[in-house]
């Protein structure tokens, strides 16, 4: 890739751009809620497009591609089954919970709901997944920059870590969001032109699915035993594994995204946030999967193209650059390559702004500092914002010595994500859970997690116990961890919970479905989340029968 | 609060003008294209940061 000045000259147009919204909005932040929460002011076009922009970091567009042209359209899962029926649930049955509990965060409400212990366990695994997560962002856009434009990896992670600094701590949770909205639709259209132009070129889509085999093409058909498909994913692991346990864990528990809808100006809009969100989140594989198709096929038909390789075997992950490569001029290879620093930038301000609030609030107030004037806080929060870089400046480090990083992180979302999640379940709508059943079933969910994993082993990883199964990829792997970790949690909550004595029901309204009165939901009728959810529902149901 | 339409809409008007110049000037190209792709993006850019000014100013 030969860069020009007009590429320099539009990545510097974006900086310039960001840092300027968080220039503008510093003068609005006065407490800490303002700086750490956004103080419940944002339109729902925003909280939900930065609900979904979170999520949308640079390892998802470039992994995406790449399996987008090792899986095919079966990539297509982990949106369609592993996203949108969980952000449909968040929205209609969580969030009241989430928002109409007054809780400033996930941990906080899991304090409402239970206790201090819990929320503890929770809060410290979450600040600690949020550096590794905002490291790697960091790490892999360090090795971006160092790649393309030559810097050196301490100068690119530096420069990176301090714009997302900059921005973060002047204008805190709004600003860290109103960059997200940006970077979405310069993502959107970074990458669009590459999906049309790769799918034209490969002769539409009529001219890839005569070029690849079925299996490549259909997201359906070939999913009944785990042998049938390049992913190694039979259907029930896909539900229960990705569908349910992960994507629900994720979607629903997980502070980063949820934040973004606690910072909506109502109930109706905080619920409406995911909801919305999923309509542009459910075409999002039109622009990152399928030109790593579109690129499987084109490496087919003798134009030129050819799969990058490493070591002999195609380089998946190279994909986005090798067609960016081919399709792209200087100036629009500007704009693409400023949409993919954008989506690391998101990715990790995402993280900063999740860990900053949940450690002055849950870490902090809960332990450290209980009351200490509110201007107190929002200095913490801002010096969270500092150490929280600083620190992911060090995972960014770390990652670089392990290979396996990424592998790691995964795993450890298993771990935290899958329990919480059946935890959440029976917090949020069966009254009888105690707060010793959920700290316990926590726990043991853990430990189930970590003893499935350690006695599978799938592409070399895992069996430390003692191989027991072998599955046929560690994405069967993980969604078997998840699963385990989730069952335990629930049965043991469950078992405890049975064995000890259930709050009285008054101190559960506002926390629990069952002990909650139903509110009437006053918007028009084409406003309510049931609706849009059902119209969400629908089209998805749709786009999975169309590419079946 | 600040109104991000106003932002977008005038990053994408001069990212457009900066692209669209680009294209009427300079001839860079890929190995695979066909056809002054700077060009056609930049009048699309302009053209959509001009939505979002048009949005920011009617409400």
């Avoid at chain 1, 620190?391 to 990652?399: C, P």
Wanted: hydrophobic share 50%; charged share 10%; proline share 4%.
């Amino acid at each position: 890739m030969a860069l020009h000045l007009i590429d320099y000259v539009v990545l510097a147009l974006y900086f310039g751009f960001v840092l300027g919204i968080g220039w503008f909005l510093r003068k609005q932040v006065k407490s800490s809620a303002d700086f750490l929460t956004s103080g419940h002011s944002l339109p729902l076009w925003i909280t939900s497009l930065a609900f979904l922009a979170a999520n949308m970091g640079a390892l998802e567009m470039i992994g995406m591609c790449g399996s987008g042209a090792k899986y095919g359209m079966m990539t297509s899962h982990f949106y369609w089954v592993g996203a949108i029926p969980a952000m449909l649930f968040v929205g209609v049955f969580m969030m009241p919970f989430y928002f109409g509990s007054k809780a400033r965060s996930v941990p906080e409400y899991l304090k409402l709901r239970f206790d201090e212990k819990t929320r503890g366990f929770n809060a410290i695994t979450f600040a600690i997944m949020t550096i590794f997560s905002s490291g790697i962002s960091m790490y892999a856009l360090g090795i971006l920059l160092q790649v393309i434009f030559g810097w050196s990896f301490t100068f690119s992670v530096l420069a990176s870590a301090g714009i997302v600094l900059a921005y973060t701590y002047l204008g805190g949770l709004s600003s860290a969001i109103y960059n997200e909205v940006l970077q979405f639709f310069l993502i959107v259209v970074g990458f669009a032109p590459l999906a049309i132009l790769s799918v034209y070129k490969a002769g539409g889509w009529d001219g890839i699915t005569t070029r690849l085999s079925p299996v490549m093409t259909q997201s359906w058909q070939h999913m009944s035993k785990a042998s049938d498909n390049p992913m190694g994913v039979e259907a029930f692991g896909l539900f229960m594994g990705l569908g349910f346990v992960l994507s629900f864990g994720y979607w629903c528990t997980n502070y980063l995204v949820v934040q973004r809808a606690m910072a909506a100006r109502d109930m109706t809009d905080a619920r409406n946030t995911p909801i919305v969100g999923a309509f542009p989140k459910m075409f999002v594989p039109f622009i990152v999967i399928v030109p790593g198709i579109a690129a499987a096929a084109l490496a087919t038909m003798g134009t030129g193209y050819a799969m990058p390789m490493k070591g002999g075997s195609p380089d998946y992950d190279k994909v986005l650059f090798s067609l960016m490569a081919q399709f792209y001029p200087s100036g629009m290879l500007g704009v693409g390559l400023t949409a993919l620093v954008a989506s690391f930038m998101s990715g990790m301000a995402g993280n900063v702004t999740a860990f900053n609030t949940v450690w002055t609030y849950d870490i902090y107030q809960a332990y450290i500092r209980k009351d200490a004037p509110d201007s107190h806080y929002l200095w913490m929060g801002r010096m969270a914002t500092i150490f929280g870089v600083g620190l992911s400046i060090g995972a960014a480090y770390l990652a670089q010595s392990f290979n396996n990083m990424m592998d790691f992180l995964q795993l450890i979302f298993g771990f935290v994500n899958a329990p919480l999640f059946a935890t959440f379940l029976l917090g949020m709508f069966w009254k009888r859970t105690t707060a010793n059943g959920a700290f316990t079933g926590l726990v043991s969910g853990t430990g189930a997690a970590a003893l499935t994993y350690g006695l599978t082993l799938a592409e070399g990883k895992g069996g430390f116990l003692g191989v027991q199964h072998t599955f046929p990829s560690s994405m069967a792997q993980n969604f078997w961890v998840a699963i385990m970790a989730w069952s335990v949690c629930m049965a043991v909550t469950i078992a405890v919970s049975m064995m000890g004595t259930a709050r009285p029901e008054s101190e559960l309204v506002g926390l629990v479905y069952g002990c909650t009165p139903h509110q009437t939901e006053e918007a028009q009728w084409y406003r309510r989340p049931a609706t849009l959810a059902i119209l969400a529902g629908a089209v998805c149901i749709a786009l999975n029968f169309v590419f079946f | 609060m600040l109104d991000l339409r106003k932002p977008a809409g005038y990053f994408f008007g001069l990212l457009g003008l900066l692209i669209a110049g680009t294209g009427l000037l300079a001839d860079f190209k890929a190995p695979m294209l066909e056809g002054n792709l700077n060009l056609c993006f930049g009048v699309f850019s302009i053209a959509f940061g001009g939505v979002f000014l048009w949005l920011s100013r009617r409400s």
